[in-house]
């Protein structure tokens, strides 16, 4: 780089160096109780991911997720696109959540139970050293060309198993089982879907890796406005710490917490270990950091140096900056008090409306074209559209009818109509009235629809025909008595 050109004081992203180009991280592997929790998670959640699309609730799978189709399952139970106000609170819980416990403990899901996180600290990076080695301690270049080939070889096949997963939440794991059985042939669009999401998965884990963490997600610039002063974080204890040097220049720091003479050094010993640990590159001892995903690598590496160096571990630790400021902790807030007060409103309002769903709906459309057509025999046909579904896990026969109108007949092909569990059934239905029904045109008349058990629901339809009785003629205005003036 040009040394006429400014240079920036400090690296503007981890993953950056300083002319711009990719920093490519090899982080070293730091063994502790943080690292011993978060396997146990992460490979509990790993068999979650995989499993959930294979397990059944109600008949139905556990979720699935049917763009296709427009339909939408979460633990039994299917929304459509009509449930728009069910998917809006659902998706409201899903926030507030993730506000809540962002304001309490962080980006605790990041480093813990995001599906990005898990599978590439989990499953990629072992992959990794198990054909590279670990960093600093990388194995001969013998045969390198080889251990690389192997290694990609392993990351497609992940990256497949993973791919197939991740579909099984929008197909349904019977149709992918259907497809991987079957020839390509049969399903070429879904094979190139396959294709394309092995790519991705591959692209994403083997190539672009923490820069999802970093560049990608948008949750990382949440944290300004989710986080305050005493939300749980991964920070490091400088009063502790600083002023920090090497063992050999200076005796070991005073007790935590005590203020520190100038010829004294911290705790933090510069070794440098949280950095070579951390996932994204960060320095935790610079604060709070955008690319900070809160794993705790970090912790387990600063507990180890001190363990080793006989000092009080913790020097980098979970906990907020208001407790590292003043020695104080504050849960109690307007922000703790105010996310669980609108989650207990959210989830009353959604398991409310999810009660009171009904069995089955049923939606009237007008048909295109003339509002009334004059049948052969004189009688005023009505064409409307009529779309029932069956919300049920069960066969239902549904009948349509009008009610309280002696004089008007429907006309359809099939009444009662059976529909399948999840199915809609559509057809056009005729209301047929005598010539001289309309003696006030548009009329409103109620159609019903039930299954004679569990399940009804009126809807008013509105009717148009030629009126029969005639308009009322306005009164004429009296005319002016102007008598003929009499002669003489």
Same mark, same amino acid.
């Given at each position: 780089?040009?040394?006429?050109?400014?240079?920036?004081?400090?690296?503007?992203?981890?993953?950056?160096?300083?002319?711009?180009?990719?920093?490519?991280?090899?982080?070293?592997?730091?063994?502790?109780?943080?690292?011993?929790?978060?396997?146990?998670?992460?490979?509990?959640?790993?068999?979650?991911?995989?499993?959930?699309?294979?397990?059944?609730?109600?008949?139905?799978?556990?979720?699935?997720?049917?763009?296709?189709?427009?339909?939408?399952?979460?633990?039994?139970?299917?929304?459509?696109?009509?449930?728009?106000?069910?998917?809006?609170?659902?998706?409201?819980?899903?926030?507030?959540?993730?506000?809540?416990?962002?304001?309490?403990?962080?980006?605790?899901?990041?480093?813990?139970?995001?599906?990005?996180?898990?599978?590439?600290?989990?499953?990629?990076?072992?992959?990794?050293?198990?054909?590279?080695?670990?960093?600093?301690?990388?194995?001969?270049?013998?045969?390198?060309?080889?251990?690389?080939?192997?290694?990609?070889?392993?990351?497609?096949?992940?990256?497949?198993?993973?791919?197939?997963?991740?579909?099984?939440?929008?197909?349904?794991?019977?149709?992918?089982?259907?497809?991987?059985?079957?020839?390509?042939?049969?399903?070429?669009?879904?094979?190139?879907?396959?294709?394309?999401?092995?790519?991705?998965?591959?692209?994403?884990?083997?190539?672009?890796?923490?820069? #999802?963490? @970093?560049? *990608?997600?948008?949750?990382?610039?949440?944290?300004?406005? &989710?986080?305050? +002063?005493?939300?749980?974080?991964? %920070?490091?204890?400088?009063?502790?710490?600083?002023?920090?040097?090497?063992?050999?220049?200076?005796?070991?720091?005073?007790?935590?917490?005590?203020?520190?003479?100038?010829?004294?050094?911290?705790?933090?010993?510069?070794?440098?270990?949280?950095?070579?640990?951390?996932?994204?590159?960060?320095?935790?001892?610079?604060?709070?950091?955008?690319?900070?995903?809160?794993?705790?690598?970090?912790?387990?590496?600063?507990?180890?140096?001190?363990?080793?160096?006989?000092?009080?571990?913790?020097?980098?630790?979970?906990?907020?900056?208001?407790?590292?400021?003043?020695?104080?902790?504050?849960?109690?807030?307007?922000?703790?008090?105010?996310?669980?007060?609108?989650?207990?409103?959210?989830?009353?309002?959604? #398991?409310? @409306?999810? *009660?009171?769903?009904?069995?089955?709906?049923?939606?009237? &459309?007008?048909? +295109?074209?003339?509002?009334?057509? %004059?049948?052969?025999?004189?009688?005023?046909?009505?064409?409307?559209?009529?779309?029932?579904?069956?919300?049920?896990?069960?066969?239902?026969?549904?009948?349509?009818?009008?009610?309280?109108?002696?004089?008007?007949?429907?006309?359809?092909?099939?009444?009662?109509?059976?529909?399948?569990?999840?199915?809609?059934?559509?057809?056009?239905?005729?209301?047929?009235?005598?010539?001289?029904?309309?003696?006030?045109?548009?009329?409103?008349?109620?159609?019903?629809?039930?299954?004679?058990?569990?399940?009804?629901?009126?809807?008013?339809?509105?009717?148009?025909?030629?009126?029969?009785?005639?308009?009322?003629?306005?009164?004429?205005?009296?005319?002016?008595?102007?008598?003929?003036?009499?002669?003489?």
């Amino acid at each position: 780089m040009s040394e006429s050109l400014l240079q920036p004081e400090e690296r503007v992203l981890s993953t950056l160096n300083a002319d711009g180009s990719r920093r490519w991280l090899k982080p070293r592997l730091s063994r502790g109780k943080f690292l011993f929790w978060r396997r146990i998670v992460a490979y509990t959640l790993i068999a979650v991911f995989t499993l959930i699309p294979h397990i059944k609730m109600n008949g139905k799978p556990m979720i699935l997720l049917d763009i296709a189709h427009r339909e939408f399952t979460f633990f039994g139970t299917t929304f459509l696109p009509t449930d728009t106000l069910l998917l809006a609170l659902l998706l409201l819980i899903v926030f507030f959540s993730i506000f809540l416990i962002t304001a309490l403990a962080g980006r605790v899901w990041c480093g813990w139970a995001c599906p990005q996180s898990v599978y590439l600290e989990f499953v990629y990076r072992p992959i990794e050293r198990l054909f590279e080695g670990a960093p600093g301690q990388r194995k001969p270049k013998s045969m390198i060309g080889l251990r690389k080939l192997l290694r990609f070889v392993v990351y497609l096949m992940v990256s497949a198993f993973l791919a197939h997963t991740f579909l099984s939440y929008f197909v349904g794991s019977e149709n992918l089982r259907h497809w991987i059985l079957s020839s390509p042939h049969e399903h070429p669009v879904a094979f190139l879907v396959a294709i394309a999401t092995t790519g991705l998965m591959m692209f994403d884990f083997g190539y672009f890796r923490e820069q #999802v963490c @970093v560049v *990608a997600c948008p949750y990382a610039r949440f944290q300004s406005a &989710l986080l305050d +002063r005493d939300s749980m974080i991964i %920070t490091y204890d400088y009063k502790r710490g600083e002023p920090r040097g090497k063992v050999r220049k200076a005796k070991p720091g005073l007790e935590p917490g005590q203020a520190l003479a100038l010829p004294v050094l911290g705790d933090c010993i510069d070794c440098t270990m949280c950095v070579q640990t951390c996932p994204t590159g960060i320095d935790i001892r610079k604060g709070l950091q955008l690319e900070c995903i809160g794993c705790a690598q970090c912790i387990d590496a600063c507990n180890a140096v001190m363990a080793k160096l006989n000092r009080p571990l913790g020097l980098i630790r979970y906990s907020s900056q208001r407790a590292i400021e003043e020695g104080k902790a504050k849960i109690l807030r307007p922000r703790v008090i105010i996310y669980p007060l609108i989650l207990l409103i959210l989830i009353s309002a959604f #398991v409310t @409306v999810l *009660a009171n769903k009904r069995d089955a709906e049923f939606f009237l &459309l007008r048909e +295109r074209g003339l509002p009334f057509q %004059t049948l052969s025999s004189g009688e005023i046909a009505n064409q409307m559209r009529i779309r029932i579904t069956n919300r049920t896990n069960n066969p239902a026969e549904y009948t349509v009818e009008l009610v309280g109108e002696q004089e008007l007949r429907l006309q359809t092909e099939n009444n009662p109509v059976l529909v399948q569990p999840g199915e809609q059934f559509n057809e056009r239905l005729l209301i047929i009235a005598p010539p001289d029904y309309f003696d006030v045109t548009p009329k409103t008349v109620q159609v019903r629809v039930h299954d004679g058990d569990a399940y009804e629901e009126t809807k008013p339809f509105i009717i148009h025909g030629p009126r029969t009785r005639p308009l009322p003629q306005p009164a004429k205005p009296n005319a002016p008595s102007n008598p003929e003036p009499s002669d003489g």
